[in-house]
């Protein structure tokens, strides 16, 4: 066994304790897809990550992503965390901007404003939803089927549907009975509130947890889905509230079109950790 440089990270937060956290080992090369499983179950938070050296020239380093019962290819907070952590101990990018390679390819991050951003890889899939599943889904909401403004997949990696409903209220009134779905939930603050929406997360299959406090791959779907048409280009999403949290994620349409999706980061545990 040997001990490894440890970080826990929130994310989407500018206060600790309300964002969502990341677990993240550095140095993790010689760990193996047991060790790193064990240990992401045993951490039981919706993601835990392992940085490694990476395999493609144009990466600063590779990293592995893992939820209490499997491994992501993307995750949104845990690639902002972990590159906070990387660059806190004392990574430097080779480029302009950082580059990460991980289970979906390369994805770059930026920083602006003092804070964090990625920008939101390709969707695997994308477009309407079956009607059958919009049911299913709308049963597990505990919802009618005329409050469901629209509905597509909006999957860049743990499986999201994204569902529109016409509030926040409605959005944090919801008490689902998932299953083995990924299911995120939008729908509008009135205007001239803080954010312009409200974002919920239940993946009980993919994150392990019935409810994910904030989501970095939802929020960027959901912009490549919303932004620009339904959404502004740029908005600012609020995510956690019903969890006790205070998640804010920053969004912002580019002049080429990339959607970047980026918050506040800050370590809360600092230490070591035996594998």
Do not use: K
């Not at 990387?86 to 003092?114: D, H, I, K, T």
């Not at 299959?205 to 929020?219: F, I, M």
């Amino acid at each position: 066994m040997q001990p490894h440089d440890f970080r826990q990270v929130d994310v989407f937060t500018s206060e600790p304790l309300l964002g969502n956290p990341v677990a993240v080992v550095h140095g993790a090369d010689e760990l193996d897809d047991r060790q790193m499983q064990a240990f992401a179950r045993w951490t039981n938070l919706s993601e835990t990550t392992f940085l490694l050296r990476p395999t493609d020239p144009a990466a600063d380093y590779r990293l592995r992503i893992f939820t209490p019962s499997m491994e992501l290819p993307f995750a949104g907070h845990p690639t902002l965390g972990s590159a906070h952590a990387w660059l806190e101990a004392g990574g430097v990018p080779a480029g302009e901007r950082l580059v990460q390679e991980c289970g979906v390819g390369l994805v770059e991050l930026r920083q602006a404003e003092g804070r964090l951003a990625f920008a939101a890889p390709a969707l695997l899939r994308s477009g309407p939803v079956a009607e059958d599943l919009v049911v299913e889904i709308v049963a597990a909401l505990g919802i009618e089927r005329a409050d469901v403004l629209d509905a597509a997949w909006a999957d860049n990696g743990p499986g999201w549907v994204g569902v529109r409903l016409a509030s926040a209220e409605q959005v944090l009134a919801l008490t689902p009975d998932f299953a083995g779905l990924s299911v995120g939930v939008i729908g509008p603050w009135p205007e001239g509130s803080e954010c312009e929406v409200e974002v919920r997360a239940f993946a009980p299959h993919a994150a392990g947890v019935t409810e994910d406090p904030v989501t970095g791959s939802l929020n960027a779907s959901l912009a490549q889905w919303l932004a620009g048409t339904v959404l502004p280009p740029s908005y600012v999403a609020s995510q956690g509230t019903v969890l006790g949290r205070r998640g804010r994620i920053h969004v912002d349409t580019a002049a080429d079109g990339t959607i970047w999706v980026g918050g506040d980061t800050l370590t809360t545990i600092h230490g070591t950790v035996t594998l």
